[in-house]
T-cell receptor, first 117, second 118 residues
Framework: NAGVTQTPKFQVLKTGQSMTLQCAQD?????MYWYRQDPGMGLRLIYY???????DKGEVPNGYNVSRLNKREFSLRLESAAPSQTSVYFC????????????????FGEGSRLTVL | AQTVTQSQPEMSVQEAETVTLSCTYD???????LFWYKQPPSRQMILVIR??????QNATENRFSVNFQKAAKSFSLKISDSQLGDTAMYFC???????????????FGQGTRLTINP
């Protein structure tokens, strides 16, 4: 009954360091997403993967890369962290959209708080 | 591009009162979904209620209901008989209908922090 699992939950980086946020879902969903949450700005989409083997940019992709490793896993990489990337990051997953059979709900992980000094 | 606006950064009510959270959105699409998500202090995002744009009837889920005004592009959330456990950040979100396949990208509002006082 894990749903969407993100690791790590907390991370402190120095400017210029790199790191990867890992995400895995056990609901057999086709689509996965990475969002960042900043105060007063809601959640903004960084990258998404509509299905295994595809990735696309969202609203705020600069400074990030992603890998859809397989159907279950979708990782987010910061190659050279900057203080502007201090945020809470959420991974989410959903079924492919079927008009009458899908609620359209995204299932979210618990978030990863990243601080870049 | 779609935008979602929540004009109330914070709200506070007494337990058992009714509270309404406002949301407006801007889109040229005709088919879409609207959602309210709840984020308690645990940080977990939880779906509260959803509304299909083609349905005129307002969605309800127990104590939660919406007032969907398509022409005005307004989508407010009413919480009746509020409880301490309703204390959370609430996000309004928009999703464009993409047909039978494709990612379901949500566009979120800024959020409203709701506090229920005992």
């Amino acid at each position: 009954n894990a749903g969407v699992t993100q690791t790590p939950k907390f991370q402190v980086l120095k400017t210029g360091q790199s790191m990867t946020l890992q995400c895995a879902q056990d609901m057999n969903h086709n689509s996965m997403y990475w969002y960042r949450q900043d105060p007063g700005m809601g959640l903004r989409l960084i990258y998404y993967s509509a299905s295994e083997g595809t990735t696309d940019k969202g609203e705020v992709p600069n400074g990030y890369n992603v890998s859809r490793l397989n159907k279950r896993e979708f990782s987010l990489r910061l190659e050279s962290a900057a203080p502007s990337q201090t945020s809470v990051y959420f991974c989410a997953s959903s079924e492919s959209f079927i008009w009458t059979a899908n609620t359209g709900e995204l299932f979210f992980g618990e978030g990863s708080r990243l601080t870049v000094l | 591009a779609q935008t979602v606006t929540q004009s109330q950064p914070e709200m506070s009510v007494q337990e058992a009162e009714t509270v309404t959270l406002s949301c407006t959105y801007d889109t040229s699409e005709n088919n879409y979904y609207l959602f309210w998500y709840k984020q308690p202090p645990s940080r977990q995002m939880i779906l509260v209620i959803r509304q299909e744009a083609y349905k005129q009837q307002n969605a309800t889920e127990n104590r939660f209901s919406v007032n969907f005004q398509k022409a005005a592009k307004s989508f407010s959330l009413k919480i009746s008989d509020s409880q301490l456990g309703d204390t959370a950040m609430y996000f309004c979100a928009f999703m464009k209908f993409k047909g039978s396949q494709g990612a379901q990208k949500l566009v979120f509002g800024q959020g409203t922090r709701l506090t229920i006082n005992p």
